[in-house]
């Protein structure tokens, strides 16, 4: 999806994680399946539309992709963000008494989005040496052309110098055009 697209995007915000998350979707469903959620954070207020202009532009500049910045941080969200989120103090301890049971969640595997990010710097890169490419070839057709067009130029006036010789020497000898 990119500029001209016939749907109108909408930048979506949560926090997942130690990141503040933003993505450019259609709705809010595929807000969610962009970020890889299955549970509805818009019901619980944890997700929002976002209205500010720089948020907004910087995600529309990546349709349907998130993009991501530590909690806290004022550095622009990015695919990659490279600021530490800042932490809130520790809580004080609880008594013995007073600590509620925690389930401990296994760390989420992060090798397929690294590999995918990975595979799109690949290919972004890959672009960029393609367009490059193409510029130098585009110059080089350019060069040619020029001189094509020069030699035309320069063979054309000797053709006619070469007709005007010639009739001259046609009629000279008695000939009528």
Known sequence: MGKGTSRK???FQSQIGFYETIVAASSRAAAL?????????FA?????????????????????IPLRRAVGSTEAFSLEPTGL????????KLKPQEKPAVLQKPAADRSKLDKAAAELKNLEERRKAEEAEFRKEHKELERRQEAAQGAYVRDKK???????TERAAYRKAGGKD
Do not use: F, M, N, Y
């Not at 000797?158 to 005007?164: F, K």
């Open 44 to 64: 619980s207020g944890a997700a929002h539309v976002v209205t500010d202009a720089a948020i907004i532009e910087a995600a529309i500049a990546h349709p349907e």
């Open 158 to 164: 000797r053709a006619h110098a070469l007709i005007e």
């Open 85 to 92: 989120p800042r932490l809130p103090d520790r809580p004080k």
């Open 9 to 11: 995007l909408k930048v």
């Open 33 to 41: 399946r962009a970020w890889g959620v299955h549970q509805d954070l």
